[in-house]
């Protein structure tokens, strides 16, 4: 079950979702026969089964998420990180299923967590925060969405410095809020700053001046 599992995860990564379907059901049935219900090795198939259904069946990515986070809370205090992770997965799939509210509350559930692990700047609780700005957005609320990025953004920084993929993901983010806005000077500029983020060795803020 464990070899099947990783395999898993190298059919996922590389978009074969049929055969990584295939394989965690063959890595679930294998574990059921031999473990009980309630097991880190359960949840964690629960949880892998939810990433591969997430982008082709979100109610049954929701189900396996549900699944994972009772056995999680079955087996770990109410502050453990896997909890965390596991509301993590679920905010993520209600926002997909346009179940902002719930995905607004497993979100905060995972902050409030990650808040009591690490006391300092961490890219789990940056990673929580962006996902709140996305599902605000998705909301229809740029404000609040703009908030949460640029707390994630401050996070991030603060955690890796000043370049790092995810710190450019976020600046092109609020880069995209701010041309809904019409705010086209301060999206460039925030374009920028993620090329910047991007590029090793890269530092020009003039955006007209592009990385060789």
Known sequence: ADAIATLDIIYNVTGKTQQAEEQLLRALSLRKEQLPEKHEL??????????????IDPDKALSYYDQALEVYQALHEATHPKIAIANTNLGVIYRELEFYGDAVNSLETALSIWDKVYTQPHPSKAF????????YLRMGDATAAEGYYNRALKMYRDSYGVRHPDIASTLNAIGNIKVSQRKYDEALQLYQQAIQANISGFDNSDVMVNPP
Request: no cysteine.
């Open 42 to 55: 359960m949840a964690a198939t629960y949880n892998d089964l939810g990433l591969v259904y997430t982008n």
């Open 128 to 135: 929580v925060l962006s996902n709140l700005g996305r599902t």
